[in-house]
Each structure stands twice: as C-alpha cells, then as structure tokens.
C-alpha cells in the first residue's frame, strides 16, 4: 500500500526558460535527504503541460537514478487522450517507475463510462496506478461511486483525491478503502490538497503528495507520520505551524508561488513557463513573510538547514 509523504516536485527552469536539470537533481537528492517516502515528478506542479517529451524523458531518468533503492517514484502520466495517457504510462514502466499518477481526462469531460475505460485501458500497461481526482483543473469530479468502480480494477492502487470535499473524502475512505481491505485488496486514499492532510489522516486515509514539501519536505514527513501513528495533537502542532504557508503557496496558480519561495531559499526554482506568470509583488510579499517564519534566514537556507 501506498502510504506516507510524497513530494510534488517542482521542474526548475533557467532563465532563459530552459529546464534546469542540474537543479532537479539537487532538488531530488535534498527530498532524499529529508527522508520523504517518495517523490513524483512531471505532475501538475512540475509542469508537465509545457513540458517536451524528450525533457520528461530526461527528469524521469534523473529521478530514477538518484532515487533507486532509497525512495519511491511516481511518475506523472495523465493525459486527456487515452492514447496518449497509455503512451506516458508504458514510459513510466518502462524507465522503472514505482507507479505512474493519471489525471482524469480534462477539458474532455467524460461520463462515467469513459473515464472507466480510459482507466481500464492504463492499467493494462502493467503498472500501478494511482488516480489523481482534481474536478478544479479536470472540470469533471469522480466521486465515490465512481471510484469504487475505478477500485475495482485491477492495477489501480489508490488516489490522490484533490476535490477539497471532506465529505467525499470520508466517503472514498470508509465506503471504497476499507471495504477493497476487507476483499484482501489495498486502495490508498492520498491528499492532494496540504491544507487537508490532517483531515484526510484523523478520517483514516494514508498520507500526501504535497506541493509544499517542496520547501519543507521534513516537516510536512514528520506531520503525516504522526498522522499514521495517531499522535494528532502532534498532527495538530504540525498543522498549524504549516498553515500560513500551505495558504501562501497556494495564493496564485501552482507552481508559481512554490517556485517563488524555493527561489527565496536559495533552492533551484527560476521561472514557471507560460502561460503561468510571475508572482505578483504584493503576494510575492504575503509569500516571503511565510517563507521568513519556516526557515532560519529570510533569503537563504545555511547548508545546515538544507542537509
């Protein structure tokens, strides 16, 4: 089973809008250090839309190599063409994914019985999959009927459910988690949203793939391993400590303000591609103060602190 804190890991950019694959092997090994259960790149917070093929190919090498033997690696893989999504998956296998995240089919809309296939058709590349539910960028919600369904097919191991709905959570949870346990079968039910995790962990579910590990991949680890353990007036401690950040990172369109503060730290970061813009000055501001509060100096992280 799927469980513990996995790092949505930003792609960093050059200047001259480059991906700066330098920078991602640094970032990749400063996750590692920080004893994160895994990481995924090339998802939504990577840019995978705005990325080339030939430079997700790249990222994923570097991700394997580096991670091999120490962490897990979830590589993004969605699409909303079928072919497509099934193309991005086989990649994963291919290159030795742990297992491959697949959005569902955006801007498409599909009924039900089309995002059922779509699913059925990923999962026969041999892979686990995880589904990554998230109706605010997809335009289309899987709730947990649906996902019971989806649990149902052989391959799909869990989902990063990013619906911001603390009731469909539970739901997912109690009514499609715990009765696949009760077949001898394991469906994860993973955060997409930090500021839910808490949430999510007090109602039984299994962790985080979180934006904001980015950062603070230590501290967000240690509060969803209290989570598991049931230490939730740790959770709690941890939560409220995170919080002011978890709402900055996410004051303008992921990745931008997650790239600002990596940026602000001295980690690699440079630039999100268009269409995404830069980070306004008067939330470039509201994020530094927030960036000033988690770290020991305003603009700079001493090796130290980064080791």
């Given at each position: ?56 190919e790249k990222l994923i ?96 191991v869990g989902v990063k ?90 004051v303008e369109t992921n ?53």
């Amino acid at each position: 089973m799927l469980t513990g804190m996995f790092t949505a890991l930003i792609t960093p950019m050059k200047e001259n809008g480059d991906v700066d694959y330098d920078g991602f092997r640094e970032l990749t090994r400063f996750q590692i250090a920080n004893r994160v259960d895994g990481i995924v790149p090339i998802g939504t917070t990577g840019e995978a839309p705005t990325l080339e093929e030939d430079e997700e190919e790249k990222l994923i090498k570097i991700a394997m190599e580096e991670c091999s033997g120490k962490i897990q690696v979830i590589v993004g893989a969605g699409s909303n063409s079928t072919k497509s999504a099934v193309s991005y998956t086989q990649r994963a296998k291919d290159l030795g994914a742990d297992a491959a995240l697949v959005v569902t089919p955006y801007y498409n809309k599909p009924n039900d019985a089309g995002i059922l296939l779509h699913f059925e058709a990923v999962a026969r590349v041999g892979i686990p999959i995880v589904v990554y539910n998230i109706a605010s960028r997809t335009g289309r919600n899987i709730n947990a009927a649906l996902m019971g369904k989806l649990s149902e097919i052989p391959g799909i191991v869990g989902v990063k459910e990013s619906s911001g709905d603390v009731n469909q959570m539970a739901d997912i949870i109690h009514d499609v988690s715990e009765k696949r346990a009760t077949e001898g079968r394991d469906f994860s039910v993973i955060s997409g949203d930090d500021a839910l995790t808490l949430s999510l962990l007090a109602l039984g579910g299994h962790g985080v793939i979180s934006v904001v590990a980015n950062l603070v991949p230590s501290k967000v680890a240690e509060l969803v391993n209290a989570g598991l353990a049931g230490d939730f007036a740790r959770t709690r401690i941890l939560h409220y400590e995170l919080l002011p950040f978890m709402k900055a990172a996410f004051v303008e369109t992921n990745p931008v303000p997650i790239k600002a503060a990596l940026e602000m730290a001295g980690l690699p970061a440079g630039p999100a591609r268009l269409p995404l813009g830069a980070l306004s000055s008067a939330n470039r501001e509201l994020l530094a103060a927030a960036v000033a509060d988690l770290i020991p100096a305003k603009y700079g992280l001493s090796e130290e602190w980064r080791k």
